[in-house]
């Protein structure tokens, strides 16, 4: 018998730990310094509301425990926020500070939060971490298989079939294209490179101050994009303040949100990552997918890279190190919404003047560098890709799949672009978005001129034109693989759709506006 213990008493037991979260979470933390519990003066998670109503009972709720609520009317989510002592005790998760391998001081908990049965307006929590990894793409090398030197303006436009439009005179007039960056760049880069291809000038509008240092993601973006429409506006979008303050996902949505004030029916392209779809939940995306479809609803498309990492997007890179595993599967997060169209890469084969010969997935093993794809954990399938059926879903038909469509990603077979007074071959799923912006901005310049309108969400409709056109919109890629998955015949999960056939794909779409294509 324990001392002190009574024959026939009864102890106050502590209930058991909760579980810790797994995966690539648990791997950053434990790759982490823990320095104890978190004293921060404040600290928030995302949650989940039952419909689009004030939340109410989540207000009364928070006030009662000393936190407050951010909410938007007609949001079906809100911000809770408070001290992180009182975030712990409301949620049942004890918040710690932790310093990453890089440096980076944050906030986190080990547990997913509970959701508070009191507060009856919430479904879900999301998780409380202060960091977000992130990642930006940089290309290299020089190409092989195509032209000398990479690809110029005049073949990539052959190789996806859009000269026709362009000789047309559809080369982005009165479109903008918005690509959001870490970095910033040198206009001497861009002025050799409009000089050196005999486009106009490539000039961009910077938006929230001129990111640091000159970025050859960044270059690669604008010259990929200029090359595909050259007389469409540049913008560059500032997005290095999403990440601090541990606000990420939020700060994301505000960015969305100015841009589509600003700059309405732009098309988006994004080559940078915030995170993985292990690390966080859908609950925590709600800010950005909500902001996302506002734009869309203005007409604006967006392309996102699938991610370089041949499926394996969770690995920790700089964030945490650990032997390539189960867990290292996974999406970029927000590349993986439904709303946003994620872009694979593939090696693409021409002649010497550009003519499309073949394509397949774009893997590089011994680098471990390849396009990326698979099954979210996030998101359910969405009703444009209920017809596909893919083995690593069982079958089954359930979640999100990814990427959609794809283009030239293989750096020795990529568009020649002008980095630091050099001439380089463009690399990365991060080349083949940019392409998809351009392609985008000539065919809503196209659609307009012929009384259709533009694109805007735009992922239904290449769906639909996949499953049955007057002409085929895209190149079907079914050879190669990356890490995880194989090319099929059909949509697959490295290439998606496939490339694009341009000059159908218009057609294509102008017979959906005008209500001429089969359903």
Same mark, same amino acid.
């Given at each position: 018998?324990?001392?002190?213990?009574?024959?026939? %008493?009864?102890?106050?037991?502590?209930?058991?730990?909760?579980?810790?979260?797994?995966?690539?979470?648990?791997?950053?933390?434990?790759?982490?310094?823990?320095?104890?519990?978190?004293?921060?003066?404040?600290?928030?998670?995302?949650?989940?509301?039952? @419909?689009?109503?004030?939340?109410?009972?989540?207000?009364?709720?928070?006030?009662?425990?000393?936190?407050?609520?951010?909410?938007?009317?007609?949001?079906?989510?809100?911000? #809770?926020?408070?001290?992180?002592?009182?975030?712990?005790?409301?949620?049942?998760?004890?918040?710690?500070?932790?310093?990453?391998?890089?440096?980076?001081?944050?906030?986190?908990?080990? +547990?997913?939060?509970?959701?508070?049965?009191?507060?009856?307006?919430?479904?879900?929590?999301?998780?409380?971490?202060?960091?977000?990894?992130?990642?930006?793409?940089?290309?290299?090398?020089?190409?092989?298989? #195509?032209?000398?030197? @990479?690809?110029?303006?005049?073949?990539?436009?052959?190789?996806?079939?859009?000269?026709?439009?362009?000789?047309?005179?559809?080369?982005?007039?009165?479109?903008?294209?918005?690509?959001?960056?870490?970095?910033?760049?040198?206009?001497?880069?861009?002025?050799?490179?409009?000089?050196?291809?005999?486009?106009?000038?490539?000039?961009?509008?910077?938006?929230?101050?001129?990111?640091?240092? !000159?970025? +050859?993601?960044?270059?690669?973006?604008?010259?990929?994009?200029?090359?595909?429409?050259?007389?469409?506006?540049?913008?560059?979008? *500032?997005?290095?303040?999403?990440?601090?303050?541990?606000?990420?996902?939020?700060?994301?949505?505000?960015?969305?949100?100015?841009? *589509?004030?600003?700059?309405?029916?732009?098309?988006?392209?994004?080559?940078?990552?915030?995170?993985?779809?292990?690390?966080?939940?859908?609950?925590?995306?709600?800010?950005?997918?909500?902001?996302?479809?506002?734009?869309?609803?203005?007409?604006?498309?967006?392309?996102?890279? +699938?991610?370089?990492? @041949?499926?394996?997007?969770?690995?920790?890179?700089?964030?945490?190190?650990?032997?390539?595993?189960? &867990?290292?599967?996974?999406?970029?997060?927000?590349?993986?919404?439904?709303?946003?169209?994620?872009?694979?890469?593939?090696?693409?084969?021409?002649?010497?003047?550009?003519?499309?010969?073949?394509?397949?997935?774009?893997?590089?093993?011994?680098? !471990?560098?390849?396009?990326?794809?698979? #099954? +979210?954990?996030?998101?359910?399938?969405?009703?444009?890709?209920?017809? $596909? %059926?893919?083995?690593?879903?069982?079958?089954?038909?359930?979640?999100?799949?990814?990427?959609?469509?794809?283009?030239?990603?293989?750096?020795?077979?990529?568009?020649?672009?002008?980095?630091?007074?050099?001439?380089?071959?463009?690399? @990365?799923? %991060?080349?083949?978005?940019?392409?998809?912006?351009?392609?985008?901005? $000539?065919? *809503?310049?196209?659609?307009?001129?012929?009384?259709?309108?533009?694109?805007?969400?735009? *992922?239904?409709?290449?769906?639909?034109?996949?499953?049955?056109?007057?002409?085929?919109?895209?190149? &079907?890629?079914?050879?190669?693989?990356?890490?995880?998955?194989?090319?099929?015949?059909?949509?697959?999960? #490295?290439?998606?759709?496939?490339?694009?056939?341009?000059?159908?794909?218009?057609?294509?779409?102008?017979?959906?506006?005008?209500?001429?294509?089969?359903?």
């Amino acid at each position: 018998m324990l001392a002190g213990t009574a024959i026939g %008493s009864t102890r106050s037991e502590s209930p058991p730990p909760r579980p810790a979260i797994g995966g690539p979470y648990a791997a950053l933390l434990a790759s982490s310094r823990d320095l104890g519990p978190s004293h921060r003066a404040h600290t928030q998670l995302t949650v989940a509301l039952r @419909g689009t109503a004030r939340p109410a009972a989540l207000m009364r709720w928070a006030a009662d425990r000393g936190l407050d609520v951010r909410w938007q009317p007609g949001a079906d989510w809100a911000i #809770v926020e408070g001290d992180a002592r009182t975030i712990s005790e409301a949620f049942d998760a004890p918040v710690h500070d932790y310093r990453g391998r890089v440096g980076q001081i944050f906030y986190a908990s080990a +547990s997913q939060p509970l959701v508070p049965t009191a507060a009856g307006d919430v479904t879900d929590v999301g998780r409380i971490l202060g960091y977000t990894p992130h990642r930006e793409a940089t290309p290299a090398h020089l190409a092989l298989d #195509v032209p000398l030197r @990479g690809l110029n303006p005049t073949a990539l436009l052959e190789a996806y079939n859009a000269t026709s439009l362009v000789r047309q005179g559809f080369t982005g007039t009165g479109q903008t294209i918005v690509v959001f960056a870490f970095g910033g760049f040198d206009q001497t880069d861009l002025d050799e490179f409009a000089a050196g291809s005999g486009l106009p000038p490539l000039q961009p509008t910077v938006v929230g101050g001129m990111p640091e240092g !000159s970025s +050859s993601e960044t270059v690669m973006d604008l010259q990929v994009a200029h090359a595909v429409a050259p007389d469409a506006r540049k913008v560059v979008v *500032n997005a290095r303040p999403t990440l601090q303050g541990g606000r990420t996902y939020e700060l994301i949505g505000e960015m969305f949100d100015a841009t *589509n004030r600003d700059f309405p029916g732009a098309v988006w392209s994004l080559s940078i990552g915030w995170g993985c779809d292990a690390l966080i939940t859908a609950t925590d995306l709600k800010p950005v997918e909500a902001a996302l479809e506002r734009a869309q609803d203005n007409g604006t498309s967006a392309f996102d890279a +699938s991610g370089d990492t @041949g499926g394996l997007e969770c690995k920790g890179g700089a964030d945490w190190s650990a032997p390539p595993g189960p &867990d290292d599967v996974g999406l970029d997060a927000v590349a993986s919404l439904p709303a946003m169209t994620s872009v694979g890469g593939t090696t693409l084969s021409t002649d010497e003047d550009g003519r499309w010969l073949a394509e397949q997935a774009w893997v590089d093993s011994p680098l !471990s560098q390849g396009t990326s794809g698979g #099954v +979210s954990r996030l998101f359910p399938r969405p009703s444009w890709q209920r017809g $596909i %059926s893919i083995d690593r879903d069982g079958g089954r038909k359930l979640r999100r799949l990814t990427p959609d469509v794809s283009a030239v990603a293989d750096p020795f077979t990529g568009v020649r672009i002008r980095f630091d007074g050099q001439d380089l071959v463009g690399a @990365g799923t %991060s080349q083949a978005a940019p392409i998809w912006a351009g392609l985008t901005a $000539i065919m *809503n310049q196209y659609l307009s001129a012929n009384g259709g309108r533009p694109l805007g969400d735009i *992922n239904p409709l290449l769906y639909r034109v996949a499953s049955g056109a007057r002409a085929p919109g895209f190149r &079907d890629v079914s050879l190669g693989g990356n890490a995880v998955d194989l090319s099929r015949q059909g949509y697959d999960l #490295v290439t998606g759709l496939g490339s694009p056939n341009i000059e159908a794909l218009a057609a294509d779409l102008l017979d959906i506006q005008r209500g001429a294509a089969p359903r």
